[in-house]
């Protein structure tokens, strides 16, 4: 028989032992969620990698012209603003990295970010909102994404994740993929854009885009450009602001005769737009380019053209990863492996054109960290940077689809940041900023008449 005294000792180490099983076991818990989460937004970030990738590649065929029978229309002005006064809390010189909607929404990942972004020279970072894939990545109220399923909740809570960047004075950039749309254009294929037979056009992975001239899109957009605005970004950047590179399709799209006109015209004109409806948050607005612009005369198929895009923005952002130039352009071997003299001759291309044009838009060009045969180390990184200030470009976004950065290449704060107003949340116009005018059409073409709120249900089948 045992004592009481022996009792209780061996009932308190029982104790003690389960106390420490459930320990352990919840230590290992919190592990496993962890490893699990990175390897899902891994797992996630490597099936869209090559797809981001890809974004900035444009193979132009021997095929079809390079030139268009377009003539700019002088009329066309919205003018420079003055940033300083429309924001008065931007950094003068941003410098900032990219992180998708699953990198946001993961604290852990945020926090690395955030301390990145204080300990270097960078300070403001690009938010993914609404990725190539339809997705919105907070879970949004606008009636015609809720109907079509369109939020996916990789930021649980987009309001924290702006109040963290704001009180660790980082500024805020919304990305924003436009016409790049396959959920859209599936829930509602007559806003996709058509092949020459009348039929949804697909691009080589299946995926459907939506057509840049129909109104009804431009307004879904800037809808949520609204509402990102009224979260608090200071600034919306657009891209995928194009037409496919495909060039049988860009055979179809380039009929004047065809609801919205040239490609150059609707996107010109949906840019035209855009700033005028975002005009009562005074945000700063970007449209982003391939890199290819800077310097090609045509609109490459896609509706890009570096003069008529820079009236209506006031930042164009080329990516001029030089991964994404082919061999022997600007006269070079191999652009990949001469990452300066890329990323040199291709914005100064862009500066001495922007500078002719007297257009208003400045150059904040997206820089390469990534490897895509070629290893990219600090070393290329740093290039890019150099190359950008030889042009008189001091700002830059870098890239990385899976967001792992190069540290080593980035300098250290700047004391004019440390003295910067933190960007401001608030407030913006509501009510009068739900209203979704007609567009104004600025090219040679008129918009289809269409007046709606936001808060009013959608047409049958929109």
């Known amino acids: 028989m045992y004592s009481n005294t022996e009792m209780k000792l061996q009932l308190s180490g029982l104790l003690f032992l389960f106390f420490l099983f459930l320990l352990v076991s919840m230590i290992s818990a919190v592990a496993a969620v962890n490893l699990i989460t990175r390897k899902v937004v891994s797992s996630t970030l490597d099936q869209v990698f090559q797809a981001e990738i890809d974004n900035a590649t444009l193979v132009w065929p021997d095929s079809l012209a390079t030139t268009l029978d377009y003539v700019p229309d002088g009329a066309r002005a919205d003018g420079p603003r003055d940033l300083a006064a429309l924001q008065p809390d931007r950094p003068r010189h941003v410098r900032a990295l990219y992180a998708t909607g699953w990198t946001a929404g993961h604290s852990p990942r945020m926090k690395e970010f955030i301390d990145l972004v204080r300990e270097t020279e960078l300070n403001s970072m690009v938010i993914e909102i609404k990725d190539d894939l339809g997705e919105i990545s907070y879970v ?5 994404a809720v109907s079509i399923g369109a939020s996916v909740r990789k930021i649980g809570d987009l309001k924290r994740v702006l109040e963290e960047l704001h009180d660790s004075g980082v500024y805020p950039i919304a990305r924003l993929v436009v016409f790049k749309d396959p959920h859209l254009a599936a829930a509602c294929p007559d806003l996709a854009i058509c092949d020459s037979s009348g039929k949804p056009w697909r691009d080589e992975r299946g995926i459907m885009w939506t057509d840049p001239r129909k109104r009804e899109v431009w307004q879904y957009n800037l809808a949520i450009a609204r509402e990102a605005a009224r979260a608090g970004f200071r600034e919306i950047q657009f891209d995928y602001v194009r037409f496919p590179d495909n060039a049988a399709l860009a055979r179809t799209n380039n009929d004047p005769d065809v609801e919205g006109g040239s490609r150059v015209d609707a996107i010109v004109d949906f840019l035209a737009y855009a700033r005028r409806e975002l005009e009562p948050y005074k945000v700063v607005v970007t449209a982003d380019v391939f890199g290819i612009v800077c310097s090609s005369r045509s609109d490459m198929g896609i509706g890009q053209t570096l003069e008529e895009m820079a009236v209506h923005v006031d930042y164009l952002a080329p990516m001029v990863y030089p ?3 082919r061999k022997g352009e600007y006269g070079i071997e191999n652009p990949n492996v001469a990452p300066r003299e890329t990323v040199r001759r291709s914005l100064s291309d862009a500066q ?30 740093r290039a890019q940077i150099g190359a950008a200030r030889e042009c008189g470009v001091y700002e830059f976004m870098l890239w990385n689809p899976r967001n792992v950065y190069t540290a080593g290449a980035l300098g250290c704060p700047d004391p004019e940041d440390v003295y910067r107003t933190k960007p401001q949340l608030g407030p ?9 005018e007609e567009p104004e059409p600025v090219g040679r073409w008129k918009a289809v008449p269409l007046l709606h709120r936001l808060d009013a249900p959608w047409p049958e089948g929109l």
């Open 140 to 144: 949004s109220g606008v009636p015609l």
């Open 352 to 381: 001495a054109r922007l500078a002719q044009s007297q257009a208003g838009a400045r150059i904040i060009p997206w820089l390469q960290d990534f490897s895509l045969g070629h290893t990219y180390t600090a070393s290329e990184v």
């Open 428 to 436: 913006f116009p509501e009510d009068a900023a739900l209203l979704l």
């Open 323 to 325: 991964s994404h130039y």
